[in-house]
């Protein structure tokens, strides 16, 4: 099992910036990416991004070029950057680890959420 805990979020007016961060603990051995999903009220749980051990990134659409991903392999810790934040941003985030295969990323951990809100 693996243990994920995030930390910061909160509110913030639009393009403003705000930092996500998870530490995981457990059984690390066993995942080799971590990421950052997102869900808004009435919206299904939607794809921030994710980094894999070796460093490569994906971003949803609607964060390319305003959120950043990264990774601190040797303390298990995953950041997320979040810059020009929109309304539109507000979700509550979640941290989460698992597997990179083929091209996809497949999610076994989750962390408890963390409310971001972003006032116009």
């Known amino acids: 099992q693996v243990q994920l805990v995030q930390s910061g979020g909160g509110l913030v007016q639009a393009g403003g910036s705000l930092r996500l961060s998870c530490a995981a603990s457990?059984?690390?051995?066993?995942?080799?990416?971590m990421g950052w999903y997102r869900q808004a009220p009435g919206k299904q749980r939607e794809l921030v991004a994710y980094?894999?051990?070796?460093?490569?990134?994906n971003y949803g659409d609607s964060v390319k070029g305003r959120f950043t991903i990264s990774r601190d392999n040797t303390k298990a810790t995953v950041a997320l950057q979040m810059s020009s934040l929109k309304p539109e941003d507000t979700a509550v985030y979640y941290c989460?680890?698992?597997?990179?295969?083929?091209?996809?990323?497949?999610?076994?951990?989750w962390g408890q959420g963390t409310q971001v809100t972003v006032s116009s």
């Open positions: 457990g059984s690390i051995f066993s995942v080799n990416a």
């Open positions: 980094i894999t051990s070796g460093g490569d990134t």
């Open positions: 989460n680890a698992g597997r990179f295969s083929y091209g996809n990323y497949y999610s076994d951990y």
